[in-house]
């Protein structure tokens, strides 16, 4: 069976409004990194040159150099083992490398940690602009349709914008928001956001932080008192740390992921805007140059646009001419 018969089957066993999102959310990337992968392949034979256009399409994608060295002496051997001679063959094996690069170890699965029955925190952590304030709405959507009782702690106190646009979409949701005035202690936030979401009796806390790059003391400060009113409070917790990434800045969010780890262990990964950028390749080098998974990808501005990070509905949609190619051959 081919790969993409393959993908094709596993992406099946999610809802095809979910395979449309990816589909419709990647588009930019997929007619940019795939539609160059194609010409490349639309080469007589297979030569170093090819090999080297390659790596050229994936790094301007954002592959990142490592990583594109990487799938691309992977093609290598296997073009080798498996004794291609044509080029057009490549497409799939080109899918197949990277379905494979994404998984990656059982570590990097990409469930959340929710507590059964117990409140679980998670911490959201990112500069501003990176879509965090609408990452947390979003995600309190998702959490809400599935059940469970969401409420919002506005710990970004350092913009006052930042507490009404978290308290707007509190609103939109209809979920609780805990807010202090502009100025006031974020981790004094937290802890009235875990006292109200433990006395209503919440199943999560989505606490939203300030992210200031510009001083990384101070950074590292907020973030380590705010964990520490976390965990007198909650042993074990924060249950989740994701670091919101836009997926539009390319290799400077390796850089932000970086610097946020040394600040506070992450446990994951949003990258958002992947719909705006035709570089999605970044969710590849992130995928394999961190220790962190990316937990979930932002595909639009709507509510419903935050999906979990299937990675072969990635590659699904990355490929989806391909696919739908292979389809009208046969
Ligand atoms: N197209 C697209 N737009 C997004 C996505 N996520 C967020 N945005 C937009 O990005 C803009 C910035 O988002 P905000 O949530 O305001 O981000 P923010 O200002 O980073 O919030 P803070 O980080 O809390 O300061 C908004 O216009 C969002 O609608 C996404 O996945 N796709």
Redesign the pocket.
């Known amino acids: 069976m081919s790969f993409f018969k393959r993908l094709k089957e596993s992406v099946s066993k999610t809802t095809e409004s979910v395979t449309n999102k990816f589909k419709s959310?990647l588009s930019k990337t997929s007619a940019s990194l795939a539609g160059a992968m194609d010409a490349v392949f639309m080469r007589s034979h297979i030569d170093e040159e090819m090999y080297e256009e390659l790596e050229d399409v994936l790094i301007s994608a954002d592959v990142g150099v490592n990583t594109t060295l990487e799938i691309v002496d992977r093609l290598r051997k296997e073009v080798k083992e498996r004794r291609i001679k044509e080029p057009a063959e490549l497409q799939p094996l080109m899918s197949e490398i990277l379905a494979d690069i994404l998984k990656g170890e059982a570590a990097h699965s990409p469930s959340m940690n929710i507590q059964d029955g117990e409140l679980t925190i998670v911490l959201m952590v990112?500069?501003?602009?990176?879509?965090?304030?609408?990452?947390?709405?979003?995600l309190a959507h998702y959490y809400k349709q599935q059940g469970k009782k969401v409420v919002l702690a506005a710990g970004?106190t350092f913009?006052a914008?930042?507490i009404e646009?978290?308290q707007v979409w509190g609103e939109r949701v209809e979920v609780d928001v805990i807010r202090h005035q502009a100025g006031s202690d974020p981790a004094a936030v937290i802890y009235d956001g875990i006292q109200a979401a433990k006395a209503r009796g919440a199943d999560i806390l989505l606490c939203?932080t300030?992210?200031r790059l510009q001083n990384k003391v101070n950074l590292m400060q907020e973030l380590t008192k705010v964990h520490r009113v976390i965990q007198r409070e909650i042993p074990g917790a924060p249950h989740e740390t994701l670091l919101?990434l836009?997926a539009t800045t390319g290799q400077n969010a390796l850089q932000q992921a970086k610097i946020f780890n040394d600040a506070t262990g992450l446990s994951g990964i949003v990258l958002?805007?992947?719909?705006?950028t035709a570089k999605g390749g970044i969710a590849i080098a992130i995928r394999r140059e961190l220790a962190t998974p990316v937990k979930w990808?932002?595909?639009?501005?709507q509510m419903d646009?935050?999906q979990p990070f299937i990675t072969d509905q990635f590659v699904h949609a990355l490929f989806a001419n391909a696919i739908a190619q292979e389809e009208k051959v046969q």
Request: charged share 25%; net charge negative; proline share 0%.
């Open positions: 959310g990112g500069v501003n602009g990176v879509g965090k304030t609408t990452t947390i709405g979003k970004d913009r914008g930042a646009q978290l939203d300030a992210g919101v836009d958002t805007k992947m719909d705006g990808i932002g595909l639009g501005e646009d935050l």
